[in-house]
Each structure stands twice: as C-alpha cells, then as structure tokens.
C-alpha cells in the first residue's frame, strides 16, 4: 500500500448509512470539506467501502468511503483504466435505495425546458439512441496535493482520472424527442439523485451542476462504462457524461435534466468548483470550473521505492489535450532543462481519451527528474507552473508531476 | 445463467492439476477433442476454474475448465470487452508453476532463427519498445454450434471473441534488437510453455504454431491486457499476439519464438486447425487455419428468454473485418430479404478491432428475425452460408448468427 499523501489532515469518513445518519452528517457529508475527524488517530491505509468492494484494492489509495484514488503505478499502458481501478469521488455518500441498482432499466429521468417536458425511463432512454464515447474522465481537485498553501480536500496526485469509454443516448438524440429546448436556455442543469435529509436548506446539500448549453454537442446519458452496466459508484444507474470538463460536471444517479436560464442555485455550482484567488472567499462571480486543459504525466518508471536498471529505459505515460486532441508530447530526463518528442503509441480514440506515449532514454546511475508537457491541438502547452487557487483545482503544471527516479 | 448450447455432448473437464494426473489425461487433454465425461452425467452449469475464479461468473458459460464462454447478452456497447467477460480457451492445462505469475518480468523466452540468437526476460522486452494493439481476439471454432454435421469440439456460438488491448513489444523491434532475421525463413514459429509430460511424444503435445512470416507486421508479445497484467487465463506472463488471426496462433505462456523454414511439426500444427472437407481425414495439405474474415452479430437484442416492447428497438452489435476494417454494415428485420444500412457508433479502434453498429427499426408485436451482415474495406462481405469444414472453424454465415426475437 503507498502511503496517503494527505499528510497532516484527515478526511472524514462518510460511511453509506441511513437518512438519519446523513442528516447528523450532513454538515460535513462533502468529503472535500476536509475537516479533521476527531474520532480517529493514525494513518493506517483504509479500506475499501462496500459500494466499491468490487475495485482491486491494490491499485487503489482509500483516501476517505468517498474519495478513492487510482496508484500512478496501476495505470498501466493500454490507454483505457480499467473499471475496477478507475478512482471514486462522490461529493456525498451514494444514495442507498438497493432497487435502484436491481432494476436500472426502470429508473426514471425528469427533462425540463423543452418543448414537450416529461420523464423518461432508461429502457425509454435505450430506444432513442446509442453512442460510445472514450474519454477522460477526472476531478476537478486532481493534482491537488501540489499546491504549496495545502487546499482543503483530498490530495490527490494523479490517481483522480481515468479514460474510460462510456455508452448511453446522447443528450441530443433526447432533445429530439421532446420536441427541442425552450427558447433562450443557456446552461444545462443536471440534478443527481442523492437523497436530501429533511430539515436541510436543499441547496447546501444538493448536488446540482450547470454547464454551457454548448455541452450538449458531446453530452450523453450514460448507462453502460468499459462494457458492463454503470455501478453505483460510478453513478449507475444513469449519468450524464459531459466530455472535456471535470468529473463534478457528469452528475451521478442522474434524476433531473433541466434546461436553463440561469446556474443552479445549488452551493456546488454557486461557491464550490470555482477559480477563487487563494485566501479569498469563494464567490459566484469567479469563473467556475468547467473545462479541462492540456495535461500529462509520467507512469513509468513512477515508483520511488524502486531502482531502475542503468542503461536504456522505457518511459511512458499519458497525454490529455482537454478540449482538443493532444498533439505532442515532449520528455526531459532532467528536470526540464532539456526536452525532446516522445512517441505516442496505441490507439488514438479521439479528442477526449488521452494517448499513450513513450520515450526511450539511456539513463546512466543516479537520481534522475523525469517530466513530460503535452501540446494540443488548440496549440496550448502545458504550463510548467500551475494556475493558483485556493481549493486547489486542476493543476496541470509539467513541474508539478515530475518523478525522481533512482537509476544503479 | 444460460443453458449450455453444448447439447447433446459434454466437454471433459480438465483440471489445472499436477503434471502427473496431466500425463493420464494427456490422450484428451486437448478440449476440443470433445469426448464425453464417462463420469459425469446431467448438465447443470459448471463453475469457474480456478485460475479463471475472477471472471464476472453471470456473463459467462463454462463449458469444460478450459472452454470459458461470453454470453450473447453480456458483450456490452462499449468496443471493449472486459478482461474479466472475455473468453477462455486453452488447449491443454495451463502451466501451474506459482512463480511464474509472481515474478512475471523473470519469464524468458529464446529467440531462434535470427542472427543472433539469445533469450530475453520479459524486463529485458520491456526496454525494447512498446504498442497497444486493439483486436478481436477469437477462436478459430466460434460460431462451430451451428455446423450441422456436429463437429467435435466446444460447441460455442458467438462469445469466444472479444475485443481487447494487448499492450507489448513489437516484433520487429525484437527482431532489431537480434540482428534481424536468419536468411530464407518463411513462417513465425511460437511455442507454448505449457510442461509437456514425459514419456509421450512432444509433437502430440505441444502448443506450437507457425504463421506467415508477413504476420511480423503487426505482432507484439504482449504482457499486458485492458491496462492490466496479463493474466495466466489469457496467456501471461508473455503472449505472442498476431492481430487478425484466430486465436490458436496468439501462443499463450511463450517460451519460443523461432524464425522457421517450416511449420512446426506439432500435430497443432500439421493436422489440426486445418480446412478439411466435411468427412476428410485432416492433412498438412489442407489450408491452414490463419487469419480472420468479415464478420458481425447481433447482440442486442438477443436473449431468446426476453420480450421486447412493441415499437422502436434499438438493435445493436458488433462488426468486424478481419484482416482490414469493416466499412459498412446492413441489418435486416425479416430474416434477410431487405437490408438496410446500419451506422457505426463509437470509436475506430483500427483494422483489427470490432465496430459497434446501431439500427432503429419499429417493430410490431410478433416474432421477428434480425440479421446482419458487414462488408470490409476488402470489399469481402459476409457471406448467408457457412464455409464448410470437418472441425467446424471459422464461421461467418450471416444466416447462422441471426436472433429470433419476441415483440409484444
């Protein structure tokens, strides 16, 4: 088991209980809230909750029953993250309602600002369309644990992302049944189907999330990851699937697509997920969190605890362009004072999924810095500085992600 | 679970057991010779094997311990098919040496028939390149329950196929690693790592064959399945993986890779898998049984158990080319008399991996026979009659694969 690296803080536990126990948690049911949790001492490595008892647990870091990471050495290099190593982030616990899962075909989804508002089951929803979509699907906070003023929330490395390839309708094969959106929509909303205990301003707990009405080029309503039905911890039995913008916009156990005029009052979309100055307070006035940007990093080799054999050495790992494809990649073998074109390998599976790279080095014995920066096809590259901010998003500086490997 | 479509024959089971119970069993060790179990009666479904004890158990059929099936209705939508669905078929026992699944990058295998011959481990392989290959991987007897002149062997319909990333080195970059190839050699001879019992003649034994030497082009010797270690079930440690041929020439365990002026002399080789005439006796003058050709099926909707709603039905499968992509695809509703287009969905994982397709139709209630048929970028295009052949190998009727459904 590596060790956390959520060093000096301690993620509360939200363990998949009742109603009940939510609404004594509720205050603290954001894993990303990061408080301390006073009953517990030690760091011993947590395991896995049972709603994901199904990961292998040997590719995983359990940072909290919520937040679950991918180890940088478990990627492998076949391009897709397999389902039982894909890491876990709910922003509240799962709901519970085991019906749910036996019966997804008959889960139910209310559409809004349309021209003809009405629900849909699944089963309805698997007779207006298909599509496979590869992509990489990754937190908003990944690469958190880089950012030197210590954000509050999990501090992911680069385990918070995967490429996987998700199949369902795509929202605009929905639209087109039912009849078009409503004039002067702007956003869509998703609303997911956590329960709210009672009592609750809905608005604290909810999680709700509204991106631009361009999404729905690209947006599907998902059903199905990497060829097996979407588990609840993936957001089974439906998620709306929202390529090329962070993990907390493809809003799990989908119940409500609506579209809007305005950003969900919801403090998910309001205050949380936003571009805040670091020791500010978050404010709807900063730009939210939507779109990912360029981004890579290296796998292997990425194990500090092992030595590499002098001589010539096979470095790989992936390459990510956000919006747009990644187009190069370029490797140092020394902390970025040099660098030279890597080779992407494998198959490209369009501009959402990341590549597979690799580079061939001689690498002589010693502590060597290996980095990687990505270019897309929008011709940006990756920053050797990350962009600051105070709940730490989505850091994608070259510098950041280097490894030190030891060579003999 | 599904009934076993091995009706009226049983598989005899083979255990992973100890290579001396293997030299008892090493007259039938070969699956396919489909011999019935003198001990066994019934047919109540058989349960994993225990090296393919991680297998997702409800997607799969076992025909015998080294006959492992996907069901029809468990291939998903997503191109890839999940290493824990994806079939198993092993001609003899696999190895059950422990250590060579716990130290992995100390498996070796000797390189022959170059200039200079040596052995590599598979650390040694992993410094000298790296692909990830998408391809279906499939038996050379898929689609055999359909052959009514009821060819010995597993009586499998679609699901000893999958579509998976193998991720390894390339050939041709061992072969630069070795000099190159001996002068005059025309076929690539790999060899299984399966113990051959002693006292019996090695060629009736061995897991030994011999492709096209053209096949270096593509090849890899893959120690890495769907972003996970290859697993002994699939051939791990070290597979050879020859894209667009059946299964039985991607060796699993490979100890052996020799660059040959013949074919092997293995029985495997000489007589087996070879396209001999309904009634013939197997000859090496046969056509060997190599690549793949165009292919497709339906698999939703498929179960023969399930009604589906009167109205729109979305009909979706898969579609592959064989040796270049599929280019198109028709589905007919009436048991073949109209076609009409089908549309591809999701991503182009190259020319040896499988497409999936879609195709909406409205369908009224009663029964109703839908069919498929793909053509590719050949021009080959999926024939209505079976190949006829003795062993029952490579069947690629359309009319064979077509699904009788229910609609009410």
């Known amino acids: 088991m590596e060790k956390l690296t959520n060093s000096g803080r301690r993620q509360m ?31 011993a490595p947590k395991s896995l909750p049972s709603y994901a008892s199904w990961k292998d647990a040997d590719s995983m870091i359990v940072h909290s029953a919520n937040t679950i990471e991918t180890k940088r050495t478990a990627f492998g290099s076949s391009v897709i993250t397999p389902t039982n190593r894909l890491f876990v982030r709910n922003n509240v616990a799962p709901p519970t309602d085991a019906s749910m899962m036996k019966e997804p075909d008959s889960w139910t989804l209310e559409v809004s600002g349309v021209a003809k508002p009405r629900s849909f089951t699944v089963a309805e929803l698997k007779t207006l369309g298909l599509a496979a979509v ?27 992302a995967g490429c996987v390839v998700f199949t369902g309708v795509p929202v605009k094969a929905l639209l087109e049944a039912v ?6 929509m702007v956003y869509m909303t998703s609303t997911g189907g956590e329960p709210i205990p009672q009592g609750l301003d809905p608005n604290t707990i909810r999680v709700e999330r509204s991106v ?19 588990p609840l911890a993936h957001g089974g039995p439906l998620r ?45 006035k900063d730009e939210s969190i939507w779109e990912l940007p360029v981004k890579s990093w290296i796998n292997f080799p990425s194990d500090p605890e092992q030595t590499v054999a002098a001589g010539r050495v096979q470095i790989s790992g992936i390459a990510m362009g956000g919006m747009t494809a990644a187009k190069s990649i370029e490797v140092s073998v020394n902390g970025g004072k040099d660098w030279q074109k890597a080779e992407f390998v494998g198959p490209d599976l ?33 920053p050797e500085a990350r962009r600051e901010n105070n709940r730490g998003y989505i850091n994608n500086s070259w510098r950041d992600h280097m490894v030190s490997i030891k060579v003999a």
Request: charge should be neutral.
């Open 13 to 43: 536990l939200i363990s998949t209980g009742s109603i009940a126990a939510m609404a004594g948690l509720a205050g603290v049911a954001r894993a990303d809230l990061g408080k301390p949790d006073p009953g517990a001492g030690g760091t």
């Open 350 to 382: 369009g501009k959402y999924a990341w590549r597979e790279f690799v580079f061939s080095a001689d690498l002589a014995a010693g502590t060597h810095e290996l980095a990687c920066r990505a270019t897309n096809e929008a011709g940006d590259t990756q």
């Open 240 to 284: 709306i699937i929202v390529p090329g913008y962070t993990g907390v916009n493809s809003i799990k156990y989908i119940k409500q697509l609506a579209f809007t005029k305005e950003q969900s009052p919801a403090k998910i979309q309001q205050t949380s997920y936003r571009w805040t100055a670091v020791g500010e307070k978050p404010s709807p």
């Open 179 to 184: 009849g078009g959106m409503s004039e002067g």
């Open 212 to 230: 631009p009405i361009s999404a729905i080029e690209d947006a599907i309503l998902a059903w199905e990851i990497n060829g097996e039905a979407l």
């Open 134 to 160: 590869p992509m990489v699907l990754q937190c908003s906070g990944n690469g958190r644990a880089w950012f030197p003023h210590k954000p509050s929330g999990t501090q992911w490395t680069v385990g918070a």
